[in-house]
């Protein structure tokens, strides 16, 4: 019997709500205003708005297509469709290893996340005020040389984590995305709010959104596209998993278009909340991962209200991180009630494989490196490769314009070009590019 079948959220708001939390995460806040710092700013940005546009978006309708037809966590409901299309069940394993990127990410992402918890208690306790910049920035790295601190954030985030999961789809995820995903926007605009008042905004405009494509080289290209899969929260079946329990069957296609203009104004606005403060400081942008944990409290201790906002910012990271770790547990949890499993085991089991993989990469920082680099740049983009593959050419297209509910014209016919055709052959350029095919081929010619 399937479980999961009679489950779903309470209205299509919900699904929103929790694929939009799914979306806005560390990649948003943390990852996307430091990557952008460190490929030169606006044609960085560029690029990575064409790939949600032209790849992202494309795809997450797929998924969320081939989850909802198929009723199921990402592995059955792939292995239902390619049986009714007549395919091979290898099909599966798209879903098997989307799972496996899912925990391999969360073992990487609750270490980022615990320093943000760590952090809503410095910055609330006021030892950063009117601190001297060096004091801060050792700070970080005392947090990153203990493992023993480092242990007991993650495993507290870990724990957050788990315990929403375990509650279930409707009383956890859902009750858990209605009340923060709100939050998040409050904290967000006023953030935004305190940055315009207090920095030095068109130096953050111009850093955001002057274009100067002499600054962008082919691997920040790729880290565009990845990001765009990342963010999006892409190409290992999550969306797929929350598609599965999308309540009746109205059109997808206008309810990815919400998400994607959420998740990517919510990356802008925390671009916007954070630039203009280091610059307004004479920091620089371009300084990698400790953009978040080093220069920015350097920012607020600078500034009158600095505590308040500093916390705030934190708190809301915090947030943004837990509403987007459920969703990379979910479709394991969601495969293991469908072989039987109860959900409360399964959660627990799963969630500690990914607690131990965290324990590994505190304590080793090539594993956490490579975790990310594998899972970002190369797991989602293969991830969605295939599921542009399958909903676009294996999938009959009389089944696809049913299943999406789009009622075919021309949104339809935009939508399934982009995915057959330039959601593929981008995935499959951006790839060649980075493994430096292209400049070997000019060398040759
Ligand atoms: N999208 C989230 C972020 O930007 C991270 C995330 C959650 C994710 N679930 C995912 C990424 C599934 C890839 C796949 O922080």
């Keep these: 019997m399937n479980q999961a079948a009679s489950i779903t959220w309470k209205s299509r708001w919900t699904f929103i709500l929790a694929a939009t939390g799914s979306a806005v995460g560390l990649g948003n806040i943390w990852k996307f205003p430091y990557i952008t710092g460190e490929n030169g700013g606006g044609a960085f940005v560029l690029v990575y708005l064409a790939c949600i546009l032209c790849i992202g978006i494309p795809v997450m309708i797929a998924e969320i297509m081939a989850g909802r037809a198929g009723r199921s966590d990402p592995i059955h409901s792939m292995l239902s469709l390619s049986r009714d299309a007549g395919g091979s069940r290898a099909w599966g394993m798209v879903g098997a290893v989307g799972m496996v990127a899912g925990l391999m990410i969360m073992m990487f992402y609750s270490v980022v996340a615990g320093w943000a918890l760590e952090y809503v208690f410095q910055s609330a306790s006021g030892s950063y005020n009117g601190a001297p910049a060096e004091e801060i920035e050792a700070h970080f790295g005392n947090l990153l040389s203990s493992d023993g601190q480092q242990l007991i954030w993650h ?250 509910g789009m009622k075919g014209g021309p949104a339809f016919a935009a939508w399934y070009w982009l995915l057959r055709y330039i959601a593929p052959i981008g995935i499959l350029i951006v790839f060649l590019h980075s493994l430096g095919l292209f400049s070997a081929l000019g060398a040759l010619f």
């Design 155 to 404: 495993s507290l985030f870990s724990l957050l984590t788990a315990s929403v999961v375990a509650a279930g789809v409707t009383r956890g995820i859902g009750k858990a995305v209605e009340i923060l995903m709100p939050l998040l926007l409050v904290f967000l605009l006023v953030l935004v709010g305190y940055s315009a008042i207090n920095g030095n905004f068109s130096a953050g405009l111009h850093f955001m959104f002057d274009t100067d494509f002499s600054r962008l080289s082919g691997n920040a290209v790729l880290i565009a596209m990845g990001h765009a899969f990342f963010t999006l929260s892409l190409g290992m079946g999550a969306i797929m998993a929350y598609g599965a329990y999308f309540p009746g069957h109205a059109s997808i296609g206008k309810t990815v278009l919400t998400i994607a203009a959420l998740d990517t104004g919510i990356a802008l606005m925390a671009g916007m909340a954070m630039f203009p403060l280091v610059f307004a400081n004479d920091l620089t942008p371009g300084q990698g991962p400790g953009l978040m944990f080093v220069t920015l409290p350097i920012a607020f201790s600078n500034m009158s209200g600095g505590v308040f906002f500093g916390s705030l910012f934190f708190a809301l990271v915090s947030i943004a991180a837990l509403s987007s770790s459920i969703s990379l547990i979910e479709p394991g949890v969601a495969w293991m009630e469908k072989r039987g499993w109860r959900r409360v085991p399964s959660t627990f089991l799963l969630g500690g494989i990914a607690w131990t993989g965290g324990v590994a990469s505190i304590h080793y920082g090539a594993v956490f490196d490579a975790l990310d680099y594998l899972t970002a740049n190369i797991m989602l983009p293969i991830g969605g490769l295939l599921i542009a593959l399958f909903v676009g050419w294996r999938l009959q297209r009389k089944v696809v314009l049913d299943e999406t």
